[in-house]
């Protein structure tokens, strides 16, 4: 490596803004592109035909590439220099169906199992937005978009982030489309989108539901837990339904959602003293009302509440003080499950409180809503690293095919990252890890329309994932080669 190129990868910061903090030698460099070979290997069988694995090599060496921008474009011209045959080669792999994004998803849930799994894993569920200029892009709409945190012109997507205590990555994907693709003067876009003919509305938790029934159905992924947002946690539906699947969910909930504190009494059907007989069973009416959970906590004795290490941050412990009911859930104006309330308090001059409901057994260890409710951060800091160093919202195609394509290669993409901190940490002993965002704490209420959502241990904290700077004339892995000489890694004598 040249002095000028030592300087330069010294005093440039890299493109996701994040300064050097790895120094390798030239063998792990090599190590690394032996890796990526072997790890692109692994998903052979999803691609058939030869010409369709060296696309997705080369795309995959764009994605992990140190370029600014992750499209296309960029990609070819960068690795290819300017050429019409290998862009409309590159544009027909992302946007023509010649590869089913599905058998990448279940490869790469396959090594995810493989790699990070664990009893006690966790699948967390959430949404990401896309905000996009046009209206031709497929499902866009006016809708809540958490990447700019109001309404605005976007794509939404739902979204399964894995973590365990080997780290953390995504098994899978649903794009959402908006309820206003079904009406009838949108419906001439559908076919510009290639749009499923048999598509149906789905709310998000709907979408959500059916990622975690694959997950169940496949049995590969040991998991135990599942946590979200009050943005599904708010769908009491949603919540019965990760119960029939046989899981513990810690869900975070509206501080007005009510439950009982004792489960009332149900008169069942039959004649009242005065009218018509009653054809539907009611709480007794002298049963105690129920309250919101905001209520709970204000009425709560102070020794019910006990302080809690969430876990340790970069910034220091993160305390929170814990409370702990067990309370009759409702359902439809009656009586449902027996369920744990938890209470999170943070102190301060204005105390910042979060609700959780969870239906693991009375049994259950309160270290463990502890533990998961400190979990924001794993799906959080996955679409981070996911959207800033392989480019998931980088791109620039319009159609239902490629939407699905380019988040798997993503995921893809990123699970190289994880899968080469793994290496590493095993060669070298170091902690090339992820690191939790550990200014996000608990799961946030979004406020959304209605029809989207209503439905019939850790990682060290020392380093963050980093892009992979390739250069390559053609796409053929043989011939990636690392120029390493860039900006996101030292490289010691």
Sequence with gaps: ????????????????????????????????????????????????????????????????SNLERKTLEAIVTAFCRPDPNAMRGLQRF??????????????????????????????????????????????????????????TNCQEGVFAVYESRHGYAFLDERLYVHESWFGDELRSRWAECDLPEDLVFHTEPELALEMLQALVTRDQLPFRWVAFDAHFGE????????????????SEVPSDTRVWERTPTVEPPGRGVLGRPRTKPRVSRSAPRPREMQELAAQLPRAAW????????????????????????????????????????????????????SNAPATCPRSEFIRLSGLRWPVETALEE???????????????????????????????????????????????????????????????PSSRYSIHHHLSTKTQLRRVPFASPTPSAKRLIFTWASTDTEISE
């Design 1 to 64: 490596m040249s002095q000028s190129a030592r300087q330069r990868s010294i005093h440039n910061p890299p493109p996701s803004g994040q300064p050097p903090t790895l120094r390798w030698a030239e063998c792990e460099v090599q190590a690394s592109a032996d890796e990526l070979i072997a790890f692109h290997h692994l998903f052979r069988s999803v691609f058939q035909r030869r010409e369709q694995r060296e696309w997705s090599e080369l795309y995959l060496a764009g994605q992990l």
């Design 94 to 151: 992302i946007s023509q169906e010649t590869w089913p994004a599905e058998a990448l998803i279940r490869f790469l849930q396959e090594r995810v199992a493989e790699w990070l799994g664990d009893p006690d894993g966790v699948v967390i569920v959430d949404g990401s937005g896309f905000p996009k200029q046009g209206p031709h892009s497929v499902g866009v709409a006016r809708q809540y978009c958490g990447a700019v945190g109001k309404v």
């Design 235 to 250: 769908v009491p539906a949603f919540l019965d339904a990760v119960d029939a699947l046989g899981k513990w969910y810690l």
């Design 306 to 357: 006990s302080r809690h290490l969430i876990k340790e941050g970069s910034k220091g412990p993160l305390m929170a003080d814990f409370a702990f009911l067990r309370v009759t859930a409702i359902r439809g104006g009656l009586p449902g499950p027996r369920v744990w309330a938890i209470f999170r308090r943070h102190r301060g001059r204005d105390p910042e409180f979060k609700f959780y409901l």
């Design 386 to 448: 996911a959207k800033g160093e392989v480019g998931l919202d980088q791109y620039e195609t319009r159609s239902w095919v490629s939407w699905h394509h380019q988040m798997a290669h993503a995921f893809m993409a990123h699970l190289f990252l994880v899968h080469l901190c793994r290496v590493f940490k095993k060669k070298s002993g170091a902690h090339h890890c992820p690191s939790p965002a550990t200014h996000r704490t608990g799961f946030g209420r979004r406020t959304r």
